[in-house]
Nanobody, 126 residues
């Protein structure tokens, strides 16, 4: 089992930036494909960005392309989401998730992820 702990959320003005971190841990700490999802109030949880085990491949939702960057530092067992040019519609709880089945990045959906963090709130003011 993998434990995921997000951090880095907070309040930021539109146009600003935040970097979210997802610290991973476990008995053997396998390096699974990872993703960030987000959920705004009264909305479905949606895919934001995904990254392969090695970090060599990434995928982004159209809504964040060019603004967000997902990365990972496997030596530190940490996955990051750099969020730039933030918009009020980016306001949501952001969740880190892991896929132990090593599915291709383009198949990442909520139902495919087996491990989830508790989430970190990002609020973007207009």
């Amino acid at each position: 089992q993998v434990q995921l702990v997000e951090s880095g959320g907070g309040l930021v003005q539109a146009g600003g930036s935040l970097r979210l971190s997802c610290a991973t841990s476990g008995r053997t700490n396998p390096r699974y494909p990872m993703a960030w999802f987000r959920q705004a109030p009264e909305k479905e949880r949606e895919f934001v960005a995904g990254i392969s085990s090695s970090g060599g491949s990434t995928r982004y939702a159209d809504s964040v392309k060019g603004r967000f960057t997902i990365s990972r530092d496997n030596a530190k067992n940490t996955v990051y989401l750099q969020m730039n040019s933030l918009k009020p519609e980016d306001t949501a709880v952001y969740y880190c998730a892991a896929d132990p089945d090593f599915r291709p990045l383009h198949t990442m959906v909520v139902e495919s992820m087996d491990y989830w963090g508790k989430g970190t709130l990002v609020t973007v003011s207009s």
